[in-house]
């Protein structure tokens, strides 16, 4: 698939026939609900993020519920959890009857730190909930030696961080519980569809079970079984399940990302080396421990900067050239209002001043051009 040659959209999916025809493959075996690709595609994943066990659901914000509902996270906790983030995240702690606990994020990468989720949490949190934002890595080591110490357990959003590293490792190596996203927006997508991955085999079983309502013996294994098998509902569950033709196209992907995430990274440094001479603009970019997949290219807009964020969304637009706004902040939205948040002034400053640009596989060189030729007009002659 490759872009429209007009309009440049903020992100295009890199797919083929080699996912239509894993699609139509899956749909011709008969077997089209949650089957033996998708347990197979869960083996694939988890070995890709470095985790023991891989459990694939319906979405990212299932795959948290379903992390958090294991913990036991429930009525009466707190889940620190960043404002900077989909509101998703937040959402999540929301479903289990918890209190989600807003904390700023470090100016630098947009994610948590010990240091902003400690002036945050109290006797009542629960766990905390570190988002990779953008595909730009959390210090994980640092948070889980800090949540170590205070005794509470880390979850990892991982929703745009497939293909990310950190300490040399993939993001997802030796995480309690990551949760990961494959919608369209994401480098590795199944259309929509999550997973959530950890080294605990108990803790991946139950999982499995909740995301089939609670059932003891999965409808694949009753299939397997050749007699029948009276199943049992231990608790109660959720359907979070994803469809055989889903992990089909999933396991295509799979195989392509290390070159998606190679091309995005060699984009996001021409990026970098074009945008060096416009005053005002600071891109997004690797910190020293890991390296980003650059799900997510994203530009901060100095005070100096001729022009406002919504201003400039303006003027890209009317270029043919599809950005949006940076990463909301869920503290901000209607859907939170009421809802108690401390001082969050990193959190508001990226959100109000920041904007994300096209990036995608098949994007041209020309068109990376019109992108910043549209940024440096805004800058020089406004």
Known sequence: MTADVGRIPVMVPWLGEEEAQAAADAVRSGW????????????????????????????????????LTVLGVGAGDEVVVPSLSFVATANAVRYTGAVPVFAD???????????????????????????????????????????????????????????????????????????????????????????????????????????????????????????????????????????????????????????????????????EKLLADIPGLEPVRDPAYGEGNFQSYWVLLGEDFPVGRDELLAVLSDAGISARRGIMAAHLEPAYAGHPAGPLPVTELISGRSLILPLFHTMTEAQQDRVVDALRDAAVTR
Request: glycine share 10%; charged share 20%; aromatic share 4%.
């Open 105 to 271: 994020v470090d100016p630098r990468t947009a994610n948590l730190t010990p240091q902003t989720v400690d002036a945050v949490r109290t006797p009542r949190t629960r766990a905390v909930l570190l988002v990779h934002q953008g595909g730009v890595p959390a210090d994980a080591d640092g948070m889980r030696a800090a949540c170590a110490r205070w005794g509470v357990p880390l979850v990892e959003d991982a929703a745009c961080a497939v293909g990310t590293s950190a300490g040399g490792r993939p993001v997802g190596s030796g995480a309690l519980l990551a949760a990961w996203s494959f919608h369209p927006r994401k480098l590795l997508t199944t259309g929509e569809g999550g997973m959530v991955t950890t080294d605990d085999a108990q803790w991946a079983a139950r999982m499995r079970r909740l995301r089939e309502h609670g059932m003891n013996v999965s409808a694949a294994e009753r299939h397997a079984a050749g007699k029948p098998v009276l199943e049992a509902y231990l608790e109660t569950g959720f359907n979070y399940r994803m469809t055989d033709i889903q992990a089909a196209v999933g396991l295509v992907q799979l195989g392509k990302l290390s070159e998606m995430v190679a091309r995005r990274r060699e984009l996001a440094a021409r990026y």
């Open 32 to 67: 089209v609900a949650q089957g033996p690709r998708v347990a197979e595609f869960e083996r694939a994943f988890a070995a890709r993020v470095g985790a023991g066990h891989g459990v694939a659901v319906s979405s990212c914000t299932t795959a948290l519920h379903l992390a």
